[in-house]
């Protein structure tokens, strides 16, 4: 009876087992590319590279937004390639992606890919609270599903059962406020404000002054933007974006890549202006932390941080990375040169 019933219980289990196969086979031949032009159209970004390309410029805004007034249009991996005539560059560039996108779209290169160098942008403002937390990030990770390492019918199943990082703008609110709170600022000098709420709010009701004395609400709402961006420090054991660049190196390392990650500029000279030395103190610490950090782990970093002047910055009146066609081309630039450790003989100064 006993051996009736397992048999019975086997067979079972095998005809669903063969079920599940075709299904998804069907699936796969019918419907997923459909269902990835739909939902995951960021798929297309790596099959838009050929094969034989030298070199891939991972970035998201910072890489192809240009100023109104700039002479050249042109992203800052395609300054890069201008150094390097002779070997073939290609960018993928997502809006607002960090570096737990990059790591996705890097995993889906195919193994027949002869890309030898991976640029990576690394943005310092990604490692904070509110990037961490953005509102940005549903619709992200809804459009990373069904690329997971799974069978495509999973996957299916997975986004319409929606099994992904989905919280509403408040929920997302709450929890990068709770880290305002929960992380403690450490400065090697005595310092009044033990977190960045603390800060912000004395920023906020203490204003910064106009030449009359009075409070100047524009710009001292631009310093609470400022303080809210950079006032972190990274903790290397919990921070999510550690661990998404982290598994980059390791991809590098089993694919046989170059890495360079490319630390972008920030506005340091308009912190300077409004905050003032102790919120440079926390940029200037987990920019070190960042260069130590990766460079030991055989990464090149190419230390950007405060190479962009204040004019360059598009955006005067928020915390991005986006710069006027000069700043682009010095980011160009620096990045250029840090490439000529392995392609010195395809160097070409172009004199930007």
């Known amino acids: 009876m006993n051996r009736l019933r397992i048999k019975y219980v086997a067979v079972r289990i095998l005809t669903l087992g063969a079920l599940l196969l075709v299904m998804n086979l069907l699936y796969k031949q019918l419907f997923y590319e459909r269902d990835l032009q739909k939902y995951s159209p960021i798929i297309n970004l790596v099959r838009d590279v050929p094969l034989d390309a030298d070199i891939i410029y991972m970035g998201e805004s910072s890489n192809n937004t240009a100023r109104e007034d700039d002479q050249d249009n042109r992203k800052i991996s395609d300054f890069i390639g201008d150094y390097y005539p ?84 408040v929920e997302r609110e709450k929890e990068f406020k709770r880290q305002w709170v929960k ?40 310093a609470c933007h400022y303080i809210k961006a950079y006032g972190f420090q ?6 999510p974006r550690i661990g998404d660049f982290n598994d980059i190196v390791e ?73 006027g066609e000069k700043g682009r081309k010095t980011i160009a630039r620096q990045v250029a040169g840090a490439l000529r450790a392995w392609y010195g003989d395809e160097y070409v100064d172009v004199g930007y």
Request: proline share 3%.
């Open 234 to 239: 990274i903790d290397t054991l919990t921070n």
């Open 86 to 169: 002779g070997l073939d560059l290609y960018d993928l560039t997502k809006p607002a992606a960090h570096a737990g996108i990059f790591k996705v779209l890097l995993e889906h290169m195919p193994q027949e890919s002869e890309v030898k160098t991976v640029i990576v942008t690394l943005t310092l403002r990604s490692f904070n609270a509110q990037w961490i937390h953005s509102t940005l990030e549903t619709p992200l990770q809804k459009s990373l599903v069904l690329l997971r390492p799974y069978p495509p019918l999973v996957d299916r199943f997975l986004l319409s059962f929606k099994a992904y990082d989905i919280k509403t703008d």
């Open 251 to 323: 991809l590098a390392r089993d694919r046989g890549w170059k890495l360079v990650f490319n630390l972008m500029a920030e506005n340091t000279e308009k912190a300077g202006q409004l905050v003032g030395d102790d919120l440079l103190f926390l940029m200037n610490w987990n920019r070190q932390l960042l260069l130590d950090y990766y460079r030991s782990r055989g990464v090149v970093v190419v230390d950007n941080l405060s190479a962009v002047e204040d004019q360059q910055f598009i955006d005067q009146d928020w915390t991005t990375e986006h710069y």
């Open 183 to 222: 992380d403690h600022l450490k400065f090697p000098y005595e310092f009044q404000f033990e977190d960045v709420r603390q800060w912000d709010h004395w920023m906020a009701y203490s204003g910064i002054r106009d030449s009359s004395g009075e409070i100047d609400r524009a710009q001292t709402e631009l």
